[in-house]
């Protein structure tokens, strides 16, 4: 057997890494600006372990940006640890060979905060620039400030030069089609988007050499929660989102040492009652170093709907640092995201559910949403998640099956919760219910269809149906004396075929007769709860779509109402007609469904009764 060792020609790589490594070109100053950081870091940490004798004066350590327009140049400059010649023929002559790897496996514990990681990311300047040059003088005594020239290929030169103060300046020969990175404003919102809050000042200067700082290098997520007041959690909110002007409602924060390291704040705005689920308002960081705004994988979806940032070293990130991998570690990520949130809406609950409730329009969704998609968040969730009544109380699950157990069953045993989507449409059912001392939910989001599907096959004790569903003696068993239909079967079956074949053609409603109570109106339309149930789920809670909605609906005749036995007495079959229509048409219209020509032709016909009236008493 032979062991060989490949080989890499750098004719080839070098092309590949200035061209399809990395995505995106802006990432070239990130890259930059974290060597910088790095270098800086790395002083601090040597200062620390005792391994330089110079006093480092924190409050010096910097990194200047500047923009030579006339010259085409930008210049990242750092007073960090700098590199003999010997480390720049290791780390930036050889390709993938990182320093920092290096620098994190010597000093372990004391340099987790390290940025860099491949040995690559400089090579990403020449996405931009034609020309590099490294000017570097090494905090190491007696080592000499190198010169490193290289033009995007694999040729450099690399001589001694004019010495200077500890740090390295890299100088990059924007090329022609990169001009746009000389605007100000362009690298300005660079800075702002990848180094907001990298732990080095970073400061950029205007050509006229006035200088703004970029950073805030305490970033509160960092610290100790304890510490903090709810006036630097809504400050912080401010910097992040500067052009938001609504608070955020409240806010979890997160820390975690074992056995993954993670921090960050998610924030809870003000969410309104739609499915309206935006991304990238959560920011993933390393080190204090922004990574991506897409955090499918860490984040679950329903948590995309907050907002804020989280900060993990132990995210594994691909080679270009632009994205990460999905593996065991992030999947854990994701539980404890989860958990800490379920945990965070439950201590608000507990501890002040006042409170709680008048935030509960604008979380809704999210625990909704939390409730279907995830089974953790489902299980810690039905602890808080709360029911809003047409009254205005709020009750658990738990709280409205005690309240409801014994008045509110259906034939098959079980819990029956009443609901309505729309307390003005479906006015007259609520009434129904309340004659009945019933309680009736409110649930009206896009997902309720959804999570009442979920809660019935978890809790095969309960229930939903909407008020409108059907009769409410029907919804409920109210174990009260049944009807006898004051109808015959002969009678009944010509009641039907007569409505059917005159005047539901139209509507394509579906009859079904029913022996109601006198007092009972004449007809009732409904749709059954399971059949809009599926409807909507299928639609993500959007209204049945107009034109196939009539399908879904019933029309429940009531044969004890004394206008059916009028109308089988009466002779003519164009009165019994017009019976029937106006009937129907009081049907249609108290749920809203009388339309366009025959609401006109009713009208017409009310008015014109209007008038006779009038006429026979002037
Ligand atoms: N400004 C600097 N000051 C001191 N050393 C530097 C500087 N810039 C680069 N280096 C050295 O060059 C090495 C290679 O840098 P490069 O950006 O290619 O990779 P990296 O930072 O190690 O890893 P990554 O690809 O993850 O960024 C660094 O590890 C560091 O040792």
């Known amino acids: 057997m032979e062991n060989n060792k490949i080989s890499v020609t750098s004719d080839n790589i070098f092309p590949i890494i200035k061209r399809f490594l990395y995505s995106d070109q802006e990432i070239f100053l990130r890259e930059l600006v974290s060597n910088a950081t790095d270098a800086i870091l790395k002083l601090k940490i040597l200062e620390k372990v005792k391994e330089i004798d110079e006093v480092i004066n924190d409050n010096l350590l910097k990194i200047k940006i500047k923009i030579n327009k006339k010259n085409n140049t930008i210049h990242i400059i750092d007073n960090g640890i700098g590199m003999t010649k010997e480390e720049v023929e290791k780390y930036i002559n050889k390709i993938a060979f990182s320093g920092a790897e290096e620098f994190i496996q010597k000093y372990q514990d004391n340099a987790s905060s390290i940025i860099g990681h491949f040995g690559l990311g400089f090579y990403s300047s020449f996405m931009v620039a034609k020309k590099v040059i490294i000017i570097t003088q090494s905090y190491i005594k007696n080592s000499y400030t190198v010169l490193w020239s290289c033009e995007g290929t694999p040729k450099f030169s690399m001589v001694e030069t004019e010495k200077r103060e500890r740090g390295t300046e890299i100088i990059l020969f924007i090329n022609e089609d ?113 990574i991506t705004d897409n955090l499918k994988g860490i984040v679950p979806d329903f948590l995309s709907l907050l907002k804020g940032i989280i900060d993990s070293p132990d995210i594994p990130l691909n080679v270009s640092r632009s994205n990460f991998q999905l593996n065991t570690s992030v999947k854990n990520i994701s539980k404890y995201i989860i958990r800490k949130i379920a945990d ?139 009807y006898y239909s004051e109808l015959s079967e002969k009678e009944k079956e010509d009641l039907k075929n007569f409505i059917n074949k005159n005047l539901i053609k139209e509507y394509e409603f579906s009859v079904k007769l029913e022996n109601l109570s006198k007092i ?99």
């Open 344 to 482: 965070k809406l439950n201590s608000m609950f507990k501890k002040d559910r006042k409170n709680f409730q008048k935030k509960w329009e604008y979380i809704k969704i999210i625990i909704e949403y939390g409730m279907i998609s995830t089974k953790n968040f489902f299980d810690k969730a039905n602890n808080f998640f709360i029911y809003l009544t047409i009254n205005g109380e709020f009750f658990t699950l738990e709280e409205l099956k005690e309240k409801v157990k014994n008045s509110q069953k259906n034939k098959d045993e079980k819990i029956v919760f009443l609901y309505t989507s729309d307390k003005e449409k479906q006015y007259s059912y609520i009434k129904e219910a309340e004659k009945r001392s019933y309680e009736v939910l409110i649930l009206n989001s896009p997902l309720t269809a959804h999570l009442i599907q979920k809660l019935e096959i978890t809790h095969k004790d309960i229930s939903f149906v909407r008020v409108d569903s059907d009769h409410i003696d029907k919804l409920i068993d109210n174990k009260k004396e049944k």
């Open 520 to 618: 009972d109106p004449p007809f009732l339309i409904i749709i059954p709860e399971f059949i809009r149930r599926m409807r909507e789920i299928s639609t993500l809670g959007k209204d049945i779509i107009k034109h196939d909605k009539e399908k879904f609906y019933q029309l429940i005749v009531n044969t004890n109402h004394i206008l059916m036995k009028k109308i089988l007495m009466e002779p003519c079959n164009t009165i019994k007609k017009e019976l029937i229509q106006e009937a129907l048409n009081f049907t249609l219209l108290s749920n809203n469904l009388l339309k366009g020509k025959n609401l006109i032709i009713f009208i017409s016909k009310k008015i014109e009764d209007l008038t006779n009236q009038s006429k026979s008493i002037v």
């Open 178 to 290: 990169s001009k746009e990175f000389l605007e100000y404003n362009r690298i300005l919102k660079l800075l702002h988007k990848y180094c907001k809050f990298m732990p080095i000042p970073i400061f950029l200067f205007s050509e006229e050499e006035k200088e703004i700082r970029i950073n805030n290098i305490d970033p509160i997520w960092k610290k100790n929660p304890i510490h903090l007041s709810d006036k630097d959690y809504l400050n912080f909110y401010h910097e992040l989102y500067p052009k938001h002007l609504e608070e955020a409602l409240f806010w979890a924060h997160l820390n975690i040492d074992h056995p993954f390291h993670l921090t960050g704040i998610l924030y809870f705005p003000k969410i309104e009652n739609k499915m309206n689920v935006q991304k990238g308002r959560i920011h993933l960081y390393k080190n204090q170093v922004y």
